[in-house]
T-cell receptor
Framework: SQTIHQWPATLVQPVGSPLSLECTVE??????LYWYRQAAGRGLQLLFY??????ISSEVPQNLSASRPQDRQFILSSKKLLLSDSGFYLC????????????FGAGTRLSVL | KQEVTQIPAALSVPEGENLVLNCSFT??????LQWFRQDPGKGLTSLLL?????REQTSGRLNASLDKSSGRSTLYIAASQPGDSATYLC???????????FGKGTLLTVNP
């Protein structure tokens, strides 16, 4: 069976510090991978989408970037965090043509202070 | 631009009550609609997926309906239990692509 892992579960970072959140998927190959953010009072917002190694689509302009160094690894990064980057970050995967049937990780709660 | 609205934002009911959560979307040309559950501080769990050609889907005590022409979906929960307490999210896609558009969710509390 497939599983998706995200870490860390919780992170508190000062403004201006770098960020690296990691997501890995097990039990499948060539997954589509996604990063979402859930900010207080707002719905889930898709940040990045990847169909393969090194292929990243950005959905909204922002202070963040994403990379996919391996088939089942997806990394969310920032060089300098802003207060507005605080939120709950979720990684998800889907397979093949059923791109909109997505399976979510447990999330990372990021607080930028 | 597709917008998804969920009403109410929060709902508190006594255990055993039947309840309905509402979801509306502005662009009726959807490909499918999904209902998710999110426990506090956790990821999302898919509950029901309704294709645009379907009117409803059922899973145990849950029944989701879809009226595409009016841009509405409802999630019916029968005989609610305290374990049903969570945030329920509705999401739609316009095509068979990756882009899910989510509502802000309904926070459900079922009191014992």
């Amino acid at each position: 069976s497939q599983t998706i892992h995200q870490w860390p579960a919780t992170l508190v970072q000062p403004v201006g510090s770098p960020l690296s959140l990691e997501c890995t998927v097990e039990g499948t190959s060539n997954p589509n991978l996604y990063w979402y953010r859930q900010a207080a009072g707002r719905g889930l917002q898709l940040l990045f989408y990847s169909v393969g190694i090194g292929q990243i689509s950005s959905e909204v302009p922002q202070n963040l970037s994403a990379s996919r160094p391996q088939d089942r690894q997806f990394i969310l990064s920032s060089k300098k965090l802003l207060l507005s980057d605080s939120g709950f970050y979720l990684c998800a995967w889907s397979k093949g043509l059923a791109k909109n049937i997505q399976y979510f990780g447990a999330g990372t709660r990021l607080s930028v202070l | 631009k597709q917008e998804v609205t969920q009403i109410p934002a929060a709902l508190s009911v006594p255990e055993g009550e039947n309840l309905v959560l509402n979801c509306s979307f502005t662009d009726s040309a959807i490909y499918n609609l999904q209902w998710f559950r999110q426990d506090p501080g956790k990821g999302l769990t898919s509950l029901l997926l309704i294709q645009s050609s379907q009117r409803e889907q059922t899973s145990g005590r849950l029944n989701a309906s879809l009226d595409k022409s009016s841009g509405r979906s409802t999630l019916y929960i029968a005989a609610s239990q305290p374990g049903d307490s969570a945030t329920y999210l509705c999401a739609v896609t316009l095509g068979s692509n990756y882009k899910l558009t989510f509502g802000k969710g309904t926070l459900l509390t079922v009191n014992p």
